[in-house]
């Protein structure tokens, strides 16, 4: 069964120090997306792309966040200057289609654990 | 009032058992309902997405009711392996895989 892949799957940082995660979407899919879920809370939308630019991005989204789909199979999240509350499971997944249904679900990977000192 | 609200639980049952978890959300807009589950320190994994008119997969029941909001999960004939917690999960359908996530329903299943 087709999968996303996620590198690495811990990272450990320095507070003010940057991350780069990186995420490998279904081979077939056009839309990508990274949510993140800070430990024993819910999951949350981060921000979503296609056709190389963003779609759509939350609040949590801002300025020392960024996304880049570097070549043909990457799809990455950049924190520039990392924060403690960053510390959190960073998922990634992909779409085939844009809008989600029943019959067009978000496959996610396994996640990037950030932990933040 | 948060997106989608669910009972945190913990629901502990023996195998065996009958065991249902609810769901509300706030949006009206909302177009598209699943629950997922999730293993600890796990992805989220698609369980099943939910009809208007109520489907169900196996032992896994869902239903939907627009009018009150609601979304229900059922689980009958409970397993070691459906321990897990149980996201119930929205989309309005205009944004693009935005999804809305529950915070989760925690069951255990004890032998």
């Known amino acids: 069964e087709p999968e996303v892949t996620q590198t690495p799957s811990h990272q450990v940082t320095q507070m003010g120090q940057e991350v780069i995660l990186r995420c490998v979407p279904i081979?077939?899919?056009?839309?990508f997306y990274w949510y993140r879920q800070i430990l024993g809370q819910k999951v949350e939308f981060l921000v979503s792309?296609?056709?190389?630019?963003?779609?759509?991005k939350s609040e949590i989204f801002d300025d020392q966040f960024s996304v880049e789909r570097p070549d043909g199979s990457n799809f990455t999240l950049k924190i520039r200057s990392t924060k403690l509350e960053d510390s959190a499971m960073y998922f990634c997944?992909?779409?085939?289609?844009?809008?989600?249904?029943?019959?067009?679900?978000?496959?996610f990977g396994a996640g990037s654990r950030l932990t933040v000192l | 009032r948060k997106e989608v609200e669910q009972d945190p639980g913990p629901f502990n049952v023996p195998e065996g058992a009958t065991v249902a978890f609810n769901c509300t959300y706030s949006?009206?807009?909302?177009?598209?309902f699943f629950w997922y589950r999730q293993d600890c320190r796990k992805e989220p994994k698609l369980l099943m997405s939910v009809y208007s008119s109520g489907n169900e997969d196996g032992r896994f029941t869902a239903q939907l009711n627009r009018a009150s909001q609601y979304i229900s999960l059922l689980i009958r004939d409970s397993k070691l392996s459906d321990s897990a917690t149980y996201l119930c999960v929205v989309n309005r359908g205009s944004t693009l895989g935005r999804l809305y996530f529950g915070r989760g329903t925690q069951l255990t299943v004890w032998p």
């Open positions: 792309f296609y056709n190389n630019e963003i779609s759509e």
């Open positions: 949006n009206s807009a909302s177009q598209s």
């Open positions: 997944a992909s779409s085939e289609i844009g809008t989600v249904s029943g019959a067009n679900v978000l496959t």
């Open positions: 081979s077939n899919h056009l839309y």
